[in-house]
């Protein structure tokens, strides 16, 4: 085992790996909890005609799985410390745009995940994902990735009933006198705390203060006995394989932007967090990537099996940094946080107290935590400005991510044409600028 991850090179050893391990499991565990509530659209009182919402404990198990089946991937084929989740932006993505804006039912959702992943598949194996991902400009990227941040941000916001809507000005600050907003807002404040005092598992650690202070003040209901803290694994049937299934209903105008949207998302996100991580643990070689290609493939057959149990695109988190900087290098470190994904799969009934109050702290956070690309924009040139500013702006504002592409994607091959910049757009922008246009056509 040592000489598989050589440890010898890379100076360290059984006790780092564990540690890095648990660190990085720590780090991201509130997913366990956040997915599920997410795409049980928990907090959502109207439901559009066909959409139904997702069952909790079958997410829960299908989430659990993914991350450990993506985590055991990356670590034992890649062989890096980084630990796979199904994505956060995505999940929001999933559930707020596709299922209650579009209207699409989650099983046919579903699906569009699985053909992303395994279009993921086929582009990693030819070599063509890394040439599409060097095709769209960096500033692009960044603006992606902040946009969705603040997307994420503001979902949580609304849900905590921080931010509720208003018949005059369309949002207003919510009752924060009310219990419910105030245990939210304590929950929020918790989490800022821990993170900025170094807590690697801040956001994790706020959860269970949250859920305590809750139980305490009598608006959560407390777990009953053991039985309401470890169960047997609850049954992933509900929906498991409900992919292939409806792989028929995917052939529309709505899903095929969808698809687009699932694979341009986790093109960046993965390509960002691979070199992040890397680069902070040493393993970034004359400013390559060593084994990109197996990391690619790992993150890609993640996602596949991650829709086939039925949850969201799977993708690498940067919550991995955590382990590294415990000391994480080799994929040990991956595979030790797989196998605690897989001994949480026998605490589902603390679904029962993880409530929208519960959640929205970890969705406001991880959003500012995103929303930090902002800073790395060159805001300073009008033509790169534009369609970022649009990126990130109308995705909150429309509560649509594939829609804050769309408008910042027609943007840029305009306003870099008026600057007399045409050398620098890729054929394959021109390529999304038409596409988003007759999105919005056929949307109309």
Do not use: C
């Not at 404040?189 to 009598?218: E, Q």
């Not at 790395?376 to 429309?398: G, K, N, R």
């Amino acid at each position: 085992m040592k000489k598989y991850f050589h440890f010898k090179e890379l100076g360290t050893n059984y006790r780092t790996e564990f540690m890095a391990g648990l660190t990085t499991f720590l780090a991201m565990a509130y997913i366990l909890f956040v997915i599920p509530s997410t795409l049980a659209l928990t907090g959502v009182e109207e439901l559009p005609d066909g959409v139904t919402r997702m069952d909790q404990d079958a997410v829960f198990v299908a989430t659990a799985l993914a991350a450990a089946v993506g985590s055991f991937f990356m670590g034992i084929i890649a062989k890096y410390p980084i630990v796979l989740g199904p994505g956060m932006g995505l999940n929001a993505f999933f559930a707020y745009t596709v299922m209650l804006g579009y209207g699409i039912p989650w099983e046919t959702a579903l699906s569009g995940v699985l053909v992303s992943g395994i279009i993921f598949l086929i582009l990693t194996l030819t070599g063509i994902r890394e040439k599409i991902i060097n095709a769209i400009p960096a500033n692009l990227k960044l603006a992606v990735g902040a946009g969705i941040g603040l997307f994420i941000a503001f979902i949580g916001l609304q849900s905590a009933g921080i931010v509720v809507g208003d018949p005059d000005t369309l949002l207003a600050l919510g009752d924060i006198t009310s219990p419910n907003v105030l245990l939210a807002i304590f929950g929020l404040i918790v989490s800022v705390v821990l993170l900025t005092l170094g807590f690697k598992a801040g956001i994790f650690y706020g959860m269970i203060l949250t859920v305590v202070a809750g139980i305490t003040f009598g608006l959560i209901a407390p777990p009953s006995g053991v039985d309401g803290i470890v169960s047997s694994v609850p049954s992933i049937a509900p929906t498991f394989g409900q992919a292939f299934f409806h792989l028929g209903d995917i052939f529309t105008v709505e899903m095929l932007l969808v698809v687009l949207t699932f694979l341009f998302v986790d093109f960046f996100d993965t390509a960002g967090t691979l070199v992040a991580v890397a680069r902070q643990a040493g393993l970034v070689k004359n400013n390559k990537l060593p084994r990109a290609g197996k990391a690619l493939f790992a993150d890609s057959a993640a996602t596949v099996v991650g829709a086939t149990l039925g949850t969201s695109t799977t993708t690498s988190y940067v919550d991995s940094a955590a382990g590294v900087g415990v000391g994480g290098r080799t994929g040990f470190t991956a595979v030790v946080a797989a196998g605690f994904f897989l001994l949480a799969l026998f605490f589902s009934p603390l679904l029962g107290v993880i409530t929208s109050e519960v959640t929205a702290p970890a969705l406001i956070i991880v959003g500012i935590m995103m929303s930090s690309a902002l800073k790395e924009i060159d805001w300073d040139q009008f033509e790169i400005a534009v369609p970022a500013f649009f990126t990130v702006l109308t995705m909150p504002l429309t509560y649509s991510i594939a829609t804050g592409i769309a408008i910042g994607f027609i943007f840029y091959p305009i306003t870099m044409l008026l600057k007399k910049r045409a050398s620098e757009i890729h054929p394959i922008m021109y390529g999304m600028f038409v596409i988003f246009v007759l999105y919005f056509i056929f949307l109309s």
